[in-house]
């Protein structure tokens, strides 16, 4: 790689990929999470968290081996961040500790307040009658419960993630829905190549799985309800696929330009090509019905990163196992890669992760890259009825093969459609 | 990319707030001695600033989108609406399409009557997991997830207004706003884009916001009294209001060849991040306010929350930081809008520089908890 370019066909500052980490309910770390990943092996499991009386869907992939207190969102995904960002931190050598040499990126789940402390709060004071808000402002008032203030707001996880590691500057609290993740290796991107920083961290963390969270996805009838056996649910791309299986986890990533990394000696484990976007104004919770925002925020990743469809060894999907993702998906790149994308292999970690919303883009971006280095595409696992809708080359078991170019495809509600292109070298 | 820089200009802007709506009513509100609604009861004892009565018609034409959204959203999408029609673009499909959005937003409304019976029949429920998770699966709206969703205002603009270029959303309270603007800003000026809508929405009318700030110590209590003087008193603290601003950002080349009026220009957005103890804030200010290059203002927007440490801090730094120019403390005519202070603070100054002849004016965006921003705009050479 000593020989690579520094600038991109553009001429921009060229953005390498020095240090990743990653937490998902398959595990903690690189290599746990790419044996379990490449084995084919579930993180799906019965929810042990709360009680799931009552429930259409009582099944997620939890990260349970790390704990919060309170156990809250906000927290958990503070824990996964930190988790996820010592290892990146760590893997790229930079800065020192608690002193990283650039911004930060962070992709967060929206906070509210959840139902213990809500309930916490509705008791305190003992009133009896009808609990309204004005006795949890009561509550509130009693002084008794400011220290879950900070779980209350926005930018309490970034601002405890840019204490910890030290980063530069205000840091962005970013969400784009289930492509959070992604954005934020995309506003990261953008920096370095603005050449304000020449190294930022980025995170996408969730640790959203709470009854309430739960319940919301289940009302819009996108979670699978095949609740036996749980590591059976998540089947992209399959015929009898019924809706997606919540997940949490996080990665982090640290970007940084080229020619910097080179200079101080880091070892460049791979790049960030191109991101592409694409904003679809056409329903709150589903696609265009002819794909073009899809198949635009696919276009616009290839082409910001020089590369051609030809170049693209592997998808790494959206994949969700919502019936309507997979097929806009499939249909999205079979648009923009022709017949070709019959051969294409294609590959939804979320099989046996589940989608893990806010932090997905940022733990598939971690995939791409495992998937660079070793020459190995993990599978969809479940894959069992082919979908004849979808006629691509799903993998279905661990495939061995040179990977060079991945792009990994982060589609979320809203409209949200980002697309990023991760190469071993540069175009 | 690092080299050449292009201006950035402001070419359109959308307010609506307790004064009204639109431009003239807010310069209007800035000679008023108080905002123009305040309701000490309805929140009691949390005053706060509601917003004026909207013709959400005139905006969101479909009843049927009005319908899917709740009050934030409604708020956001209006002012994105008028900020297109001052830049002219309202009409223009391909300009929209191609805009990307950048919006700083918290979450939604609560449905507080459901959140209200499920903690009472908690009380006695016997198996209360099971009472919770039965009473959410029954009494909540299916739809009402996508009015609490932060990034869902930014799809309701691309879903009313055609606004599809891409969207990303901020969070983090007053900082959200202030680094909308600046990575806004930054990507016009490294050419990454030519144009951006930026702003945001908030709904202080709602009492679970109030909870959350309650729980902080940082909200105002009582009769409404101007910030700088409650602050003063050391009895400061927050007064919400309900507040929208939406700005259309573009590279002055790129408004100049659509013929577009440029209102003002805006230069690189300064923000930090200071670990609050006494004198942080001002020394923030003071490093902010260099790096964002302000001259010699002839008046000054400053987004104080009212929190008295901070506030009394911020408002010393500006008399002795812009002396002599007027201080206009944004939360005296619209309430605390927290995400919102940066992108309607910036509007205001447009606002000062495009119809009252104002050649520079400096725009100070202090959290109340956390953030400190400094905005420079000025007047079209």
């Known amino acids: 790689m000593t020989n690579s370019p520094l600038r991109d066909s553009k001429g921009r500052p060229l953005v ?11 595990g903690q770390g690189q290599d746990d999470n790419w044996t379990a990943l490449t084995a084919g092996r579930s993180g799906i499991h019965t929810i042990a968290r709360f009680p799931t009386e009552g429930l259409r869907t009582r099944i997620a992939g939890t990260v349970d081996f790390l704990d919060a207190e309170p156990l809250v969102a906000p927290a958990l995904s503070q824990r996964f961040a930190e988790s996820a960002a010592d290892e990146a931190v760590a893997q790229a050598c930079i800065g020192t500790k608690g002193d990283f040499p650039g911004a930060l990126f962070i992709a967060v789940p929206p906070i509210e307040m959840e139902w213990p402390q809500r309930r916490a709060m509705a008791e305190a004071l003992g009133e009896k009658g009808p609990v ?16 879950l203030h900070p779980y209350m707001i926005f930018g309490t996880v970034a601002d405890r993630i840019a204490d910890r590691f030290g980063t530069k500057g205000s840091p962005i609290s970013l969400s784009t829905a289930c492509s959070s993740g992604a954005t934020a290796i995309q506003l990261g991107v953008e920096a370095i190549r603005r050449g304000e920083m020449s190294a930022a961290l980025c995170i996408g963390t969730d640790g959203s799985v709470n009854p309430e969270s739960l319940i919301r996805f289940s009302l819009l009838s996108a979670l699978s309800t095949q609740n036996d056996p749980p590591e059976g649910a998540s089947k992209p791309f399959s015929k009898n696929r019924d809706g997606f299986v919540m997940g949490e986890g996080a990665a982090a990533l640290i970007l940084e330009d080229a020619e910097a990394a080179r200079a101080r000696g880091a070892k460049i484990l791979g790049y960030v090509l191109g991101c592409g976007e694409k904003g679809d104004g056409f329903h709150r919770t589903r696609s265009s019905p002819d794909g073009a925002p899809i198949i635009a925020a696919i276009q616009a990743a290839l082409d910001d990163a020089g590369t051609s469809p030809a170049e693209i060894d592997t998808v790494n ?47 598939e971006a971690v995939v791409s890259l495992l998937t660079i280095r070793h020459g190995r595409i993990p599978p969809t696992i479940n894959y069992a009825v082919p979908d004849p809708a979808i006629p691509l080359d799903i993998v279905a078991t661990t495939r061995d093969m040179p990977v060079n170019r991945v792009l990994s495809n982060s589609f979320g509600f809203g409209g949200q459609n980002t697309c990023l292109v991760f190469g071993g070298e540069p175009t | 990319m690092s080299g050449h820089r292009r201006d950035v200009v402001v070419t359109g802007i959308g307010l609506v707030s307790c004064a009204g709506e639109g431009i003239a009513a807010h310069l209007d509100a800035l000679n008023a001695d108080a905002p123009a609604r305040i309701d000490t009861t309805s929140f009691a004892p949390y005053p706060v600033h509601p917003v004026a009565p909207l013709v959400l018609d005139g905006q969101i034409p479909k009843k049927s989108d009005q319908r899917q959204m709740e009050p934030w959203q409604r708020l956001g999408v209006y002012a994105a609406g008028l900020a297109l029609e001052s830049a002219g673009v309202k ?35 016997p198996d209360p997991g099971a009472y919770l998770n039965e009473h959410l699966l029954n009494d909540l709206r299916p739809t009402l997830f996508l009015a609490q969703l932060s990034n869902l205002l930014a799809g309701n603009i691309a879903i009313v207004h055609g606004v599809t270029g891409a969207s990303r959303t901020f969070m983090g309270e007053e900082a959200a706003g202030t680094d909308a603007l600046r990575i806004a800003q930054a990507r016009i000026a490294a050419s990454q884009l030519d144009a951006m809508l930026v702003g945001g929405s908030y709904s202080a009318e709602r009492p679970d916001v109030m909870v959350v700030h309650e729980m902080g110590g940082y909200l105002a209590k009582g009769e409404y009294r101007p910030i700088a003087e409650r602050a003063r008193a050391g009895e400061g603290g927050m007064i919400l ?33 200071t670990r609050r103890e006494p004198g942080s804030v001002a020394l923030s200010l003071d490093r902010i306010w260099r790096e964002a290059g302000i001259a010699t203002p002839d008046a000054v927007i400053s987004g104080a929350s009212g929190v008295a440490a901070a506030t009394t801090e911020e408002l010393d730094a500006l008399s002795r930081l812009a002396p002599g120019a007027p201080v206009t403390t944004l939360g005296d005519v619209t309430g605390h809008g927290l995400e919102v202070t940066a992108p309607f603070g910036a509007a205001l100054a447009v606002a ?20 400190e921003g400094a905005l420079r705009l000025t007047a079209i050479p």
């Open chain 1, 16 to 26: 390498a990929v020095t240090g990743f980490g990653i937490v998902t309910s398959l």
């Open chain 1, 132 to 147: 309204t808000y004005a006795v949890l402002q009561r509550a509130a008032a009693s002084r008794r419960f400011d220290a």
């Open chain 1, 317 to 363: 999907a959206h994949g969700t196992s919502t019936p309507e993702n997979d097929k806009m998906e499939a249909m999205g790149c079979m648009a923009v890669f022709g017949e070709r994308m019959g051969a294409i292999p294609i590959s939804s970690n979320k099989s046996m992760i589940g989608h893990t919303l806010t932090a997905a883009g940022a733990i």
């Open chain 2, 91 to 125: 009409d223009d499909a391909a300009f929209k399409s191609a805009l990307h959005l950048v919006v700083a937003a918290g979450g939604g409304e609560r449905d507080t009557a459901v959140d209200g019976a499920i903690l009472t029949g908690l009380r006695d429920a």
């Open chain 2, 241 to 273: 209001g309900s507040v929208a601003a939406f700005l259309v950002l573009e590279a002055a080349d790129h408004a100049a060849a659509r013929g577009a009026r440029a209102l003002a220009q805006i230069f690189p957005v300064a923000s930090d991040r």
């Open chain 2, 352 to 371: 000062l520089i495009a119809e009252r002849g104002a050649r520079e004016v400096a725009v100070t965006t202090v959290g109340h908890h956390r953030g």
